[in-house]
């Protein structure tokens, strides 16, 4: 009698029960992050009539990039196939998104592979499997066992006595472990012992005869009843909970309508850059912040925000989704996801460049800014060049080995090889250019492939620095301007005198740091030097002005009037200038070393012609500027010189000098300047000039004549890719392989043949296979940086969002909220990404 009670219990032993709460508490770890929002979601009825079903969380997959096993065409209802947006002002439509719907194809997919189903299911999730119904994989070619056995679609057909064939709807195979199941059986039959039911039936010599008595079994039978029932009840709306599920798919609904107001509210503020929260996080509430703000201003002319407010104020709904968490969730969900795309596209273009920098936050914390440069492949039918910010990381150790170290680890945490670096981009500071123990020569060691070329806008930069240093007249010309706008800038009625003077262009700060941005100082005293000048007249004329002011003024008047002031000003203007086109052009994401190489030839080629004849032209000009002053424009005489004892064997000086004050002025102040900025030119770039001679012949693919110089170019560049006898490609291949490409590029491209029109052609015609070594040369040419103006810019961006008012900001959310303001354009794809997530469920 005991025996028989004892395998008759109901009840689950102890360890039975703690085998089940430790199944739960795994898979409530893998859907916790997603419980706040995913609990409202419900199906979407399609144009055929039948229910299309998104996964879980629980199958969500942690990658973004998984490549879809079979083509399938399920998803047409429920995935974008056009998307318009806008990128720059401009409309952009992304059809056929393989960001959005390969995403959707790979989780529905992963859904309706039976081998990926939970071992417990929910009855919400059993109705939701029956809706989507049984899906049959058909293959080609299925995996073979050790036999040379495998499934076939042959099986998914019952052949009957008269030869007619039925469909075995029930059967499905699961491509993720090669077993076949019943369907029916495996939802409604949990304690079967069959292998169709329980782990799969693999057996595939004796599949035929498992099928014909399987089908025929009682409990099939029963269950195959069971699900055609279930199927009616929910297609005619039949079930027991009918009217529970109606009210659970309106409040779905409902929810969906909300989260998609508060997602275009959170993407609005991030864009502009802007705060949160305020002091208060209570709805209606004063000083309660923008996102509370936003909400209570669109309730006002929205009647779904509308009644979401009225119950969350009366307390009706336990969740209102207008806090602080629902923001941070949002927050981390977009950034998380923006970061995936960005790492799959670099691990997809393989070759990468390091662009780093560092600046102090308003916190006083060191700020590592990471860019990725790389040539992107993620696009159907093109190339381009991107630069990817990855974020701010904060650093205690700015030294070389410290930035080093903490820049191994993030590319190691990201999943980015360091072999596969091709280029290193810095700013000019020795914790980072050093030959020693800096940053660029600790990955060099590492990788020795990672060219290191220092950035062009810095480098340009110290020319400029070093000319302005180049003499006194120099440092007196600049401190001059410094003292006019201090000047006027000093009290609010002496700006108003300096504006009622000069409409066109005002007075501008020096900077101490970007010498090309002084052009806008120098360029509103060379066109308005005669209404400056009369503004600090009128200044230094006003009743009852003080009289440091007043002396400030009359002394910067008569040196605004020295006729060597005006030659300095034009001379300063024309380097400028030049300075000024040369650094815009290089702040471009696509500048390559060769255009690069080829600007700042051309700005020496200027130096050296203007050295020339350029002080004879600058008089010239600043002649006019005299006559615009109402001056003679002649140079004041030079004093005469105290005699000094001298040696007998000492030349003799009879006390005055020995040059003309046009000529004094050509040697003190004109030729050092000219000199030292070409001094300072070959010395800094004579490293871009090295690498631009090892690359050069790649830009000039139309102009490429002779096989041997083309053939001695590619073996050159071969051992440059070489390390442990190991290169990137073999240097005679891509020899043939240029002069082949020629005439097929000749004939279509009429402009210059530049390297990222060979990639677009090799792309868009499918001959990676044909010209592999040229594909894989173009790619890491354009991957090397010669510039690290993004990282200029994304200090830029966390001056905007890390303000004094914000300045106790974690880290985290600086880098999330920083991804969405730098990259806003990937925020609108992960935005409907999310939505769709909500809406097609």
């Known amino acids: 009698m005991s025996h028989k009670i004892s395998n008759s219990r109901k009840k689950l032993s102890g360890y039975e029960y703690r085998k089940r709460k430790s199944v739960k508490d795994q898979k409530f770890e893998k859907i916790k992050k997603f419980m706040s929002i995913e609990k409202y979601v419900a199906y979407k009825k399609s144009d055929e009539g039948r229910e299309d079903f998104n996964p879980d969380a629980s199958t969500i997959s942690t990658t973004m990039s998984n490549k879809i096993r079979e083509p399938s065409t399920i998803l047409k209802n429920s995935c974008i196939t056009s998307l318009q947006i806008e990128v720059d002002n401009e409309p952009v439509i992304l059809k056929d998104s393989n960001y959005l719907s390969e995403i959707f194809l790979q989780e529905t997919l992963n859904l309706l592979d039976c081998g990926n189903w939970p071992k417990f299911r929910s009855s919400n999730f059993v109705d939701r499997l029956i809706k989507l119904g049984p899906f049959q994989i058909t293959k080609e070619k299925y995996p073979e066992d050790r036999n040379g056995r495998h499934f076939s679609s042959i099986y998914n057909n019952r052949k009957l006595a008269n030869v007619e064939t039925f469909c075995r709807r029930w059967l499905v195979y699961s491509d993720s472990k090669n077993f076949v199941f019943c369907f029916c059986c495996l939802l409604f039959d949990n304690n079967s012992k069959s292998n169709l039911v329980s782990d799969g039936f693999k057996k595939w010599r004796h599949l035929t005869e498992t099928l014909e008595i399987y089908q025929n079994s009682v409990s099939h039978t029963k269950c195959y009843q069971q699900w055609v029932e279930t199927e009616i009840r929910l297609k005619t709306g039949k079930t027991i909970d009918n009217e529970e599920i109606k009210i659970i798919e309106k409040d779905s609904l409902r929810w969906q309508n909300v989260l998609l107001r508060l997602m275009n509210i959170t993407l ?265 000048h009369d503004a600090l007249i009128v200044l230094s004329e006003i009743e009852g002005c003080n009289p440091e002011t007043a002396h400030e003024a009359i002394t910067l008047g008569e040196q605004l009037k020295d006729f060597s002031f005006l030659v300095s000003l034009i001379v300063w203007y024309d380097v400028l200038f030049q300075v000024n086109i040369v650094s815009k052009t290089l702040q471009e994401k696509d500048m390559d070393i060769t255009q690069c190489a080829k600007l700042l030839k051309s700005y020496c080629s200027f130096l050296e012609n203007y050295r020339k004849c350029g002080f004879k032209d600058a008089i010239i000009k600043a002649k006019d500027l005299a006559i615009e002053l109402q001056v003679e424009p002649v140079f004041k005489p030079l004093k005469r010189i105290i005699r000094v004892k001298r040696h007998f064997d000492e030349p003799v000086q009879d006390g005055i000098y020995l040059f003309s004050p046009e000529k004094k002025l050509e040697i003190d102040f004109f030729n050092p300047l000219l000199d030292t900025s070409l001094i300072s030119m070959r010395e800094r770039f004579i490293q871009l000039e090295n690498y631009s001679e090892v690359w050069g012949f790649l830009y000039n693919v139309d102009s490429l004549q002779k096989r041997e110089e083309i053939l001695k170019s590619c073996l050159a560049l071969q051992s440059k890719l070489t390390v442990n006898l190991k290169s990137d490609f073999n240097g005679i291949l891509p020899c043939d392989e240029l002069m082949s490409i020629k005439p097929f590029l000749s004939e279509m491209v009429k402009d210059k043949i530049t390297p990222i029109i060979v990639l677009n052609f090799i792309k868009q015609h499918k001959m990676q296979d044909l010209y592999p070594n040229t594909w894989i040369a173009m790619r890491i040419l354009l991957t090397i940086p010669v510039t690290v103006a993004s990282g200029e810019r994304s200090f830029s961006k966390m001056k905007l969002i890390k303000t004094y008012l914000r300045s106790t900001m974690s880290q985290d959310r600086l880098l999330d909220t920083l991804l969405w303001s730098v990259l806003w354009y990937f925020l609108l794809l992960i935005f409907y990404f999310v939505y769709q997530y909500f809406i097609f469920t």
């Open 268 to 532: 609005y503020l991030a864009e502009n850059n802007m705060a949160f929260r305020g002091s208060s996080d209570k709805l209606f509430t004063p000083q309660n912040g923008k996102f509370l703000g936003l909400i209570q201003m669109l309730a006002k002319f929205d009647p779904v925000m509308q009644k979401h407010l009225a119950l969350a104020v009366k307390g009706d709904t336990s969740d209102h989704y207008c806090g602080k968490n629902i923001q941070n969730e949002l927050i981390d969900l977009m950034s998380q996801k923006v970061n995936d795309e960005i790492i799959n596209r670099i691990l997809k273009a393989v070759y990468y460049s390091i662009i780093a920098d560092c600046t102090p936050d308003i916190s006083r914390k060191e700020q590592l800014s990471l860019t990725i440069r790389i040539v992107d492949l993620s696009l159907d039918i093109r190339v381009e060049i991107k630069e990817y910010f990855l974020g701010f990381f904060s650093v205690s150790d700015s030294t070389g080995l410290g930035l080093t170290e903490v820049l191994i680890e993030l590319l190691t945490k990201h999943g980015l090889e360091i072999s596969n670096c091709r280029g290193q981009g810095y700013d000019n500071g020795s914790n980072m250019k050093g030959k020693i123990n800096d940053v660029q020569k600790r990955i060099l060691n590492l990788n020795p492939l990672a060219l290191y070329v220092p950035c062009g806008n810095h480098s340009l930069n110290l020319v400029i620095s070093d000319s302005a240093r180049s003499s006194v007249k120099s440092i007196a010309f600049f401190g001059i301007l410094q003292r006019l706008f201090t000047l006027f800038s000093a009290s609010v009625s002496q700006w108003k005198i300096l504006i009622d003077h000069v409409k066109i262009l005002h007075l501008k700060k020096l900077c101490d740091t970007r010498w090309e941005a002084k052009i806008s100082s120098v360029k509103a005293v060379r066109y308005q030097v005669g209404n400056v």
